[in-house]
């Protein structure tokens, strides 16, 4: 994959220092969690998005740790490269931050965000420890990898919804699932441009992330199905146009297509 005359000097522009530093995650993720439950009428204490954006930003900078340790392949990519330049940085700021996530969650939220946090904190700890210990070829080969980051983040945001309106999620449970099938073609695209070695580099996989969150938007709240119909018809451009950017740069703009709640907020 190509790379821009900056990222080969090794000058980093300023827009990219979020996703090298893995912050955009958080933010989409925050955003679609306080998106999705003023959409669906629920209230979701700021403790809660905090909790969230945290646990996210510590998972990322663990797993970029995870993957540029002593030993494991030399990955090309820019955000690895920074990974492992400031490789005891991002493992000791990951410690940190999951460490302010675990002490604001007792702290500040209630016993049942603790129970639902802490089950979904054990699902992330099982994904790191067969992605980067177990390594199994064919999961990682198929974009196993990719639907499960998906379907995790999904439930992370979910998590209000869960433990505030759980009676009524026929209603939000369209919307959820359709998030994690966005967040999946997001990751199925990040790859697809990478070409990472033992990915399917078929157009054919990126057909059934993209059927998934068009079908189960059609079934969520109207602002909701705006917002993730609108993302995806983002990623599309962006894949069509992809050869007028270096990847590190595709790479941000990909995270900032997801971000297409923030519209809806300033009109309401």
Not at 8 to 31: E, I, Y
Not at 232 to 245: A, I, K, S
Not at 257 to 267: G, M, R, S
């Amino acid at each position: 994959m190509w790379r821009s005359a900056d990222e080969a000097s090794g000058r980093f522009r300023w827009w990219l220092w979020p996703n090298l530093l893995c912050l955009d995650a958080p933010l989409v993720t925050v955003v679609w969690q306080r998106f999705l439950s003023s959409a669906y009428g629920v209230h979701t204490p700021a403790a809660a998005s905090a909790c969230l954006g945290l646990v996210v930003w510590g998972v990322y900078l663990f797993d970029h740790w995870c993957d540029t340790r002593p030993g494991r392949p030399a990955e090309s990519t820019l955000r690895h490269q920074v990974a492992r330049d400031y490789h005891i940085v991002f493992g000791l700021a990951g410690v940190v931050v999951l460490g302010l996530a675990v002490a604001t969650a007792v702290t500040e939220l209630p016993v049942t965000y603790l129970y639902l946090g802490g089950a979904l904190g054990l699902v992330v700890a099982v994904y790191l420890l067969v992605v980067h210990l177990v390594s199994p070829v064919r999961f990682l080969h198929t974009g196993g990898k990719e639907l499960s980051v998906g379907v995790v983040t999904a439930l992370g945001v979910a998590l209000p919804l869960r433990v505030e309106n759980v009676g009524r999620i026929g209603e939000w449970g369209p919307a959820v699932a359709a998030f994690g099938g966005l967040c999946w073609l997001n990751c199925r695209l990040i790859a697809f441009w990478e070409r990472q070695p033992g990915t399917d580099g078929s157009p054919r996989s990126l057909l059934l992330p993209a059927t998934w969150t068009a079908i189960l938007s059609c079934f969520s709240h109207s602002t909701v199905a705006f917002a993730l119909l609108g993302a995806m018809v983002l990623l599309g451009c962006l894949h069509l146009t992809r050869q007028r950017f270096g990847l590190s740069a595709l790479r941000v703009l990909a995270d900032a297509a997801l971000l297409t709640p923030l519209p809806f907020w300033c009109l309401t």
